[in-house]
């Protein structure tokens, strides 16, 4: 089955809600979606290779490649409560930034 559209969670691996959020990313992963639980902005390292916390996984792991080479993707992202907006912010620039300019 081709993997559908990559949902990026952001929150501290030990927050109150990280129990709740893995089990979210398990049910997603179940239906086909790439699902990625990263600790700071700068786990997104480029745009072919991404740090991050497997569900259920204890340490953080390198992927490579972790994006489509060409085309078109959707993200969806979501964050912790606690998780403060310039910090956000900053997730989203370093994604827009793996895009290149806009045709």
Known sequence: MAKKPFRF???AFNAS??????????????LGYSTFHIADPECLVSAGEIRHRPVGAKA???????LPPAGPVTIGLTSGASTP????GAVVARLAGFAGPAA
């Open 17 to 30: 809600s990280a129990a709740e959020w893995r089990d979210k990313a398990r049910r997603a992963e179940a």
């Open 85 to 88: 907006d310039n910090l956000m």
């Open 9 to 11: 969670s952001w929150q």
């Open 60 to 66: 953080e792991v390198s992927t490579t490649p972790w």
